[in-house]
C-alpha cells in the first residue's frame, strides 16, 4: 500500500499545473486528443455514435466507488463509453428536435471556464470572466434591440430558469414583499396553449400554483388568441387577482409559433388604465428559441445579399416581422444552446430595465463570506450561488465568431432546408404539413394511407367529429412510421426524424400527433432534404405491409 505521499505525487500529474509546465500541458493536451480519437473511432455514415445501444440502468445502479483510483487513460476510456449511441445533432441526418452541434469556440469557451473555473457569483472569483458575462449580455441585449446601456442579463440554469426570474420579478411587481414575507394570495400567469411546459414548472415552484397559469387558446399558426387573452386577462382581474407575468411565446418548440407581442405591449398598457393597477403586469417574452433571428433586425429583405431563395427570404420576413418586437417585453430568456450553437447549459435572462433586478436583491448582512471586494455582485440577486462561466464564455466565443452574418447564414440555411422539405412534402398527396404558416427551421407533418384524401383532411381532423376516431389511428400510423425510420437510420440509410404526440388537439380534445423534422446541422443540404418524403412513404408502405396493419 503506498503511502498517501506517494500517492498525492501521482495525483499532482492529473491536474493542470498551477506554475507554467508546457510538457505536463502537452499531456493534458494529448488526453483531450486521446478522448476525442477514441470517440472519432465511435463514428460511421450513420447519425449516431457506435452502436445503438440502450443505456443500461439496472447495471447503472451497481456501480460504488472504488477503493483505489484508475488511471487517467483507463478514465477516459470509461467516459468515451458513455457516449456510445448518441446522436451527432451536427450530423446532416439528424432532425429529431432543437438541439444545435456546438461550435469549436463554444467548446474552447466551455474548455477554458472549465479549467480555471471562476464562479461569477461575484467578480471576486469571476474576475475578467464575470466581464465576459456583462459582454455577452450586452451584445445580446443590442441584437434583440434592447439599450445595452439600462438593460442588464444574467445567464442561468436553461429557459426554465430565464422564465423564473422573469416570473419571480413579475410577481414581486404585482405583489411588492413576496420575496420576504411568502406568497399570501393567489396570482395568475397568462401564457397560451403553446407555451412551453417550463411556465407550469414555474408557477408550481415559486408557490402560484400550476392551476393559476390561465393557459389561453392559440390560432392554428400556434400564437396566443389576443382576444381571448384580453378576456382572460380581465376576468382574472375582475375577480381581484393579480397578473403576476404574461408570458409571450416567441418561438415555441415544435412548432415555431410566434405570439403577437405588440399587441400583447398594448393590451397590457390597456389594462393598466382600465383597471388603474398600482403596478404594470410584467411581461416576459420566452424567447429562447426566436430572439436569434433579432440578427435580421437589420438585413436587407429586398437586395437579400445573402441570396436566400425567394420562400426563405420569406419565411425570414415573416419571423422578423414579429420578432422585431422584442424590446417591448420587460424580460428576455435567451438560450444560447438552441439557436446560437452552443454547449449546454447557456442561457441568458436580460432585463429591459436592470434595475427591475433589484425587486429580488438580499442584503449583504445574509450573505457575510460573499462580496469582499470590487463593485461587482450578481450573487445578490440571483437565484444561484454559484454560477459558472461555462455558459457566458460559449455564448461570447459564438457572438464573436459568427457575428449577425454568421447567425443569418446559419439560421437561414436551417429554414431553407426547412423550406425544400415542406415543398417536397406538399408536392406529394399522402403527405401534409401540419405547420404549413411556420416560418422557422421545424417541419411538423403527418403521412396517411395510401389513397386518403388529404384535401381535406387537416379540417376533418381538427373540426369533424364523425373523424375523431380515425385521428387516433392515424396517429398510430404515424408513430409506427416514425419508429420504422428511426430504425433505418440506425441502420444507416435515412433520416432520424422525431415525433412529437401532440402538436395541436383537436376540436374534440384529440391529441394530433405529427413526424417532426428540426435541422439546425449547418451540414444538412437540400439534396438529403429532397429524399425525406420518399424515405417516409417508403417506412409508410413497409408498415402497411405488415401483417396486422
Ligand atoms: C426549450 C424551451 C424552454 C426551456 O428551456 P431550457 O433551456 O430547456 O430550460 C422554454 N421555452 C421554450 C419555447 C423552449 O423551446
Redesign the pocket.
Known amino acids: 500500500m503506498a503511502s498517501y505521499r506517494e500517492l498525492l505525487v501521482s495525483l499532482r500529474r492529473q491536474f493542470p499545473q498551477p506554475v507554467s509546465d508546457p510538457e505536463h500541458d502537452a499531456y493534458v493536451a494529448f488526453s483531450v486528443l486521446r478522448a476525442l480519437d477514441q470517440v472519432d473511432r465511435l463514428k460511421s455514415r450513420v447519425p449516431i455514435l457506435g452502436q445503438p445501444v440502450e443505456p443500461d440502468f439496472a447495471a447503472a445502479r451497481l456501480e460504488r466507488v472504488p477503493e483505489c483510483g484508475r488511471s487517467l487513460e483507463e478514465v477516459i476510456g470509461e467516459l468515451v463509453r458513455h457516449l456510445e449511441g448518441m446522436v451527432i445533432w451536427g450530423h446532416p441526418l439528424s432532425q429529431v428536435n ?1 438541439v444545435p452541434p456546438p461550435s469549436t469556440a463554444s467548446i474552447i469557451g466551455v474548455l477554458l471556464a472549465s479549467t480555471y473555473n471562476p464562479n461569477l457569483c461575484s467578480e471576486e472569483s469571476g474576475r475578467g470572466v464575470s466581464a465576459a458575462e456583462v459582454r455577452a449580455a450586452s451584445m445580446a441585449a443590442e441584437l434583440v434591440g434592447y439599450e445595452p446601456q439600462t438593460a442588464g442579463g444574467v445567464f442561468t ?7 423564473l426570474y422573469g416570473v419571480k420579478v413579475g410577481l414581486e411587481k404585482a405583489l411588492p414583499g413576496t420575496l420576504q414575507t411568502g406568497l399570501r394570495q393567489p396570482a395568475v400567469v397568462l401564457a397560451s396553449d403553446q ?2 411546459y ?1 411556465a407550469l414548472n414555474v408557477a408550481g415552484w415559486l408557490g402560484l400554483g400550476q392551476e393559476h397559469v390561465i393557459r389561453v387558446r392559440t390560432h392554428d399558426d400556434n400564437s396566443i388568441d389576443l382576444a381571448a387573452l384580453a378576456e382572460a386577462a380581465r376576468s382574472a382581474l375582475r375577480d381581484g387577482l393579480p397578473i403576476a407575468a404574461i408570458i409571450a ?1 416567441m ?3 415544435d412548432a415555431f409559433g410566434i405570439d403577437d407581442l405588440a399587441g400583447i405591449y398594448e393590451l397590457r398598457e390597456a389594462l393598466v388604465d382600465e383597471f388603474q393597477l398600482a403596478y404594470r403586469p410584467h411581461l416576459h417574452a ?1 424567447a ?2 426566436g430572439w436569434a433571428w433579432s440578427a435580421f433586425n437589420d438585413y436587407d429583405f429586398v437586395d437579400n445579399p445573402l441570396e436566400f431563395r425567394g420562400r426563405t427570404v420569406r419565411a425570414l420576413a415573416a419571423a422578423h416581422y414579429r420578432l422585431r418586437h422584442l424590446p417591448l417585453a420587460d424580460s428576455i ?1 435567451i ?1 444560447f ?2 439557436t446560437a450553437y452552443t454547449p449546454y ?1 447557456s ?1 441568458l435572462v436580460l432585463f429591459r430595465e436592470r434595475t427591475d433586478r433589484e425587486r429580488i436583491g438580499r442584503s449583504r448582512a445574509s450573505m457575510p463570506y460573499l462580496y469582499q471586494f470590487g463593485r461587482h455582485h450578481p450573487g445578490m440577486f440571483t437565484l444561484e450561488t454559484t454560477r459558472s462561466g461555462a455558459g457566458p464564455m460559449a455564448a461570447l466565443a459564438n457572438l464573436l465568431l459568427l457575428g449577425k452574418h454568421g447567425l443569418r447564414t446559419l439560421l437561414g440555411h436551417a429554414v431553407e432546408m426547412a423550406e425544400v422539405l415542406r415543398e417536397g412534402l406538399e408536392a406529394h398527396p399522402d403527405l401534409t404539413v401540419v405547420n404549413g404558416k411556420n416560418v422557422g427551421p421545424v417541419t411538423l407533418f403527418r403521412v396517411y394511407p395510401p389513397g386518403t384524401d388529404t384535401f381535406t383532411i387537416k379540417q376533418r381532423e381538427a373540426g369533424d367529429a364523425s373523424f375523431q376516431p380515425q385521428v387516433e389511428e392515424i396517429n398510430r400510423l404515424n408513430r409506427r412510421v416514425s419508429e420504422r425510420m428511426m430504425a433505418d437510420a440506425l441502420a444507416g440509410h435515412g433520416v432520424l426524424l422525431s415525433i412529437t404526440d401532440c402538436y395541436r388537439h383537436s376540436d374534440f380534445g384529440a391529441p394530433i400527433a405529427a413526424l417532426k423534422s428540426y435541422v439546425l446541422s449547418p451540414f444538412s443540404d437540400a439534396e438529403q432534404m429532397r429524399s425525406i418524403p420518399q424515405r417516409v412513404l417508403e417506412a409508410r408502405d413497409a408498415v402497411c405491409a405488415l401483417p396486422g396493419s
Not at 440554469?157 to 422564465?163: D, E, L, P, V, Y
Open positions: 432543437v440554469f436553461g429557459g426554465t430558469g430565464c422564465m407555451s412551453h417550463s411565446t418561438g415555441s418548440t420566452d429562447v428559441i430568456g438560450d444552446h438552441k447549459v442561457s
